[in-house]
Nanobody, 124 residues
């Protein structure tokens, strides 16, 4: 099993920044892809970004390209999501996810483990 714990959410004004962290523990040797998803009230879960532990490869949804950056610290088993130029429409619960597959992907069903989420609220 793999446990994922997110942190770093909060309330920020539009145009501000936040950095989310996702610490992985347990059988981390079994996972290769990491991703961030978000879910706003009344909306479906949405892919945000994905990366791999061992290869510098990233993938973003169009709405966050140029504003968000996903990165990782292999020594700490931690993945980050740096969010800049935040907009009210970025308001959501952000979930970290981990998968055993090797390719970066936006498909939620390709991820095997999920964190509880951290709330991000952007005020206008």
């Amino acid at each position: 099993q793999v446990q994922l714990v997110e942190s770093g959410g909060g309330l920020v004004q539009a145009g501000g920044s936040l950095r989310l962290s996702c610490a992985a523990s347990g059988r981390t040797f079994s996972i290769y892809r990491m991703g961030w998803f978000r879910q706003a009230p009344g909306k479906e879960r949405e892919f945000v970004a994905s990366t791999r532990w061992s290869v510098d490869r990233t993938y973003y949804t169009d709405s966050v390209k140029g504003r968000f950056t996903i990165s990782r610290d292999n020594a700490k088993n931690t993945v980050y999501l740096q969010m800049n130029s935040l907009k009210p429409e970025d308001t959501a619960v952000y979930h970290c996810a981990a998968g055993r597959g090797v390719a970066v992907t936006a498909r939620a069903q390709e991820y095997d483990y999920w964190g509880q989420g951290t709330q991000v609220t952007v005020s206008s």
